[in-house]
């Protein structure tokens, strides 16, 4: 529960986001009742292998996402978050694993999409990464090499994640991991509690019930992002 112990004035923070931050946009969560894999096969819908054997149900299920992120708008938790950042700057870093663009819209800047972005494509012909908003179904063409194999630039399993470097040597410095609405369910993402445990960084997770993480953290608030994350935000720049 509840841990009161305050963080040093100048800490550097990482925040791990997942679906959880961005579920009361409307955007539903993959694990939880009623979630995205509902109806859809992991296996189907996830994975390069899946991809092959029928890439039209992939681009369908995606081209479906793309147009609905689109239509939804961030959250009291997406805002508290960009807050944070405006007051600690480039000690604050934002890893999410979300494909949306929630973060940004609500002015983050220093965010790393571990697990790809929705708007954007990526060309399995030259490789390029471009901006995209529309859907793939119809196969057009990249805007780089005119060949027609573009697919979403979302990371499935079985693929490297993106930024890792990045990413662990932001762990390895945190004085305080945050996790917020991730079950903890996916490598590698679901080990840098760990890892930044070990480091000696207090450990936080914000989340509607605590997640299967591997090694507990120092610090637990449950209840909905939209209310547990403005209020740990406060807490923290009261204390900056
Ligand atoms: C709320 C809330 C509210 C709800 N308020 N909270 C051991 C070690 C290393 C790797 C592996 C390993 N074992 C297996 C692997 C491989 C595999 C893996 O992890 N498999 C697991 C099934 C075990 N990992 C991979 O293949 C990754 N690549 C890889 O490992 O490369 C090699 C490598 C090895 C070692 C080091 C480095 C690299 C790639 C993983 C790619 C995952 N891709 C997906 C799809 C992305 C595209 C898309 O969006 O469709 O990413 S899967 C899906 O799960 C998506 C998510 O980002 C990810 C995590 O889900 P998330 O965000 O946690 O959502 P949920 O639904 O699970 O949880 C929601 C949470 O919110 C819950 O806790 C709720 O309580 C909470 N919540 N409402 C607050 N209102």
């Given amino acids: 529960m509840t841990d009161t112990a305050a963080p040093a004035a100048a800490s550097r923070i990482v925040v791990l986001t997942g679906a959880g931050i961005s579920a009361e946009s409307g955007i539903p969560t993959f694990r939880d009742a009623g979630g995205l894999w509902e109806g859809h096969s992991v296996e189907d819908v996830a994975t390069p292998q899946g991809f092959e054997r029928d890439p039209v149900t992939v681009q369908r299920f995606y081209d479906a996402r793309r147009r609905a992120a689109a239509s939804v708008a961030p959250n009291a938790a997406h805002h508290a978050l960009a807050r944070l950042e405006r007051s600690l700057g480039d000690r604050l870093l934002v890893v999410t694993q979300n494909v949306d663009d929630l973060h940004e819209r609500a002015a983050s800047h220093r965010v790393v999409h571990m697990h790809g972005r929705l708007d954007r494509a990526l060309c399995r012909a030259c490789g390029a990464r471009s901006e995209w908003h529309d859907d793939l179904e119809d196969r057009p063409s990249c805007p780089v090499?005119?060949?027609?194999?573009?697919?979403?630039?979302?990371?499935?399993?079985?693929?490297?994640?993106?930024?890792?470097?990045?990413i662990e040597n932001a762990v390895v410095a945190c004085d305080i991991f945050v996790s917020i609405g991730t079950s903890g369910a996916v490598y590698p993402a679901a080990g840098y509690v760990a890892l930044a445990a070990a480091f000696g960084a207090r450990t936080v997770e914000l989340n509607l019930e605590p997640s299967d993480a591997v090694v507990p953290f120092d610090e637990s608030l449950v209840g909905r992002a939209t209310d547990v994350v403005p209020a740990w935000v406060d807490g923290i720049l009261a204390r900056s």
Wanted: proline share 9%; aromatic share 14%; with cysteine.
């Fill in 145 to 166: 090499c005119g060949e027609r194999m573009l697919r979403p630039d979302v990371v499935w399993f079985g693929e490297m994640p993106y930024e890792l470097d990045r």
